[in-house]
């Protein structure tokens, strides 16, 4: 079995991150955080994930064509990569990823925290 290798983001003040609430891995960025509601959170792209085959694409509710992400590290399902969208959205869109905040941890540049993302405006600064 090959060695992963995983992309690290440096835990530090000035960087702020989600891990895997399973294992802790690095997937994604505060600089890719495009919106989040209560139960999701949306990214433009993560890190260090399994992006689920065309053969086992998959249709949501709204007709969007969709592939499970999961950790490359504990396998956990961790949400959803939009694949084919008819009417897309700032991020809702072919490419854009939507996590489950309950399945993720916040680095917020200070501890780990498991609370609501920080807000779009920061997000983009
Ligand atoms: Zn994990």
């Known amino acids: 079995m090959g060695r992963l290798y995983l992309i ?8 702020r991150f989600y891990l895997c609430r399973s294992c802790q891995t690095h997937i994604a960025s505060a600089q890719d ?3 989040s509601t ?6 433009e792209k993560v890190v260090n994930v399994v992006i689920d085959d065309p053969v086992h694409y998959w249709r949501d509710l709204k007709d969007r064509t969709v ?23 700032l991020e809702i869109r072919e490419g854009t990823i939507r996590m489950e905040q309950k399945k993720l941890l916040f680095w917020n540049g200070k501890v780990l925290v498991d609370e609501l993302p920080i807000p779009q405006s920061e997000a983009f600064v």
Not at 38 to 43: D, E, H, P, R, T
Not at 70 to 88: A, D, M, Q, S, W
């Open 8 to 15: 690290e983001y440096d835990q530090t003040p000035d960087k």
């Open 33 to 35: 955080f495009l919106s």
């Open 38 to 43: 209560l139960v999701n959170i949306f990214f």
């Open 67 to 89: 592939a499970n992400v999961l950790c490359i590290k504990c396998n956990i399902l961790l949400g959803r990569k939009y694949v084919e969208v008819e009417e897309p959205t």
